[in-house]
């Protein structure tokens, strides 16, 4: 039987309605698929980026520990005590070695607080004589060398290059005065260590009496004197000397002669003090 044109119509519009009609159903269980997927790509999502995230965290994390353990190690290595006649009087630091010759340094008001013989402790108990060298002619800074001679091997300290600035943070250590000790019961270095870290709170133009302008914000104890100041890459800027609100000796004068301004001296009492390291090399003749 023959189609009319009409009959064309109907079945063109039947099988192009049929398509939208396909469309309809097909889109909702699309979606369906997707609802359902989302918590298992999301879980796989998780569990495949979770350790990358933990482990990145903890890889920041032993960096930090790791630098924080290494300073303590060099503060640890480069740090002696100072003694006389077997009883602890202050701190100093490793700074040189010529052959079997180590160079040490400490604060000259340490060694003007004793007598000789002095000693020198080093971190693994071992105590050696030490010879006091006078200071270079015309210079008056609170430091003063000492010299002892031995075939062990101790590291010394890496003078810093870069100049310190404010804000920059700093590593202390010395020995906290305790009133028992002596060579016959001695104390081992490593336990009695103190170190403390802060920040550069000053940096003086014209130096303290002494040769004192760095300034920082952590407290430092009697007995700590002469002890090294370290920065973040474990490099010596200095040697401390005065901690913050003396009871006596408060600075009052400057390098230059002039005297010290009430907010200037407000700012020197509140924090606690370091000899720079370009002081320290010129009296070791370095």
Excluded: C
């Excluded at 192009?16 to 269980?29: I, K, L, M």
């Excluded at 001695?186 to 014209?206: C, D, F, H």
């Excluded at 002469?226 to 009871?247: C, F, K, Q, T, Y």
């Amino acid at each position: 039987m023959s189609k009319t044109p009409h009959d064309s119509t109907q079945q063109t519009q039947g099988v192009g309605a049929a398509a939208p009609q396909e469309n309809r159903v097909a889109s909702p269980q699309w979606q369906d698929w997707l609802v359902s997927m989302a918590p298992m790509l999301y879980v796989t999502t998780l569990t495949l980026a979770l350790p990358k995230i933990l482990t990145q965290s903890f890889v920041v994390s032993e960096l930090a520990i790791t630098h924080e353990q290494r300073l303590q190690h060099q503060l640890r290595s480069i740090s002696i005590e100072v003694l006389a006649h077997g009883k602890t009087i202050g701190s100093g630091v490793l700074l040189h070695r010529q052959q079997q010759v180590y160079t040490a340094v400490t604060n000259a008001h340490v060694i003007q607080a004793a007598s000789a013989p002095f000693q020198l402790r080093t971190h693994d108990g071992q105590i050696y004589a030490a010879a006091l060298i006078a200071p270079p002619t015309g210079q008056n800074r609170d430091l003063s060398i000492l010299r002892f001679k031995t075939k062990r091997t101790y590291a010394v300290a890496k003078f810093a290059i870069a100049s310190p600035q404010i804000g920059d943070r700093v590593w202390s250590a010395g020995f906290p005065l305790i009133s028992d000790t002596d060579v016959s019961e001695p104390v081992k270095a490593a336990r009695r260590l103190n170190t403390v870290s802060g920040q550069i709170t000053q940096i003086l133009p014209i130096a303290i009496s002494g040769g004192y302008s760095i300034g920082f914000d952590r407290a430092i104890s009697k007995g700590m004197s002469g002890g090294p100041m370290l920065d973040r890459s474990g490099e010596l800027i200095g040697i401390n000397g005065v901690h913050a609100n003396p009871l006596w000796e408060t600075p009052e004068i400057l390098e230059n002669g002039s005297t010290v301004s009430d907010a200037l001296q407000e700012k020197i009492n509140n924090s606690s003090w370091g000899i720079p390291i370009e002081y320290v090399k010129s009296y070791a003749r370095l």
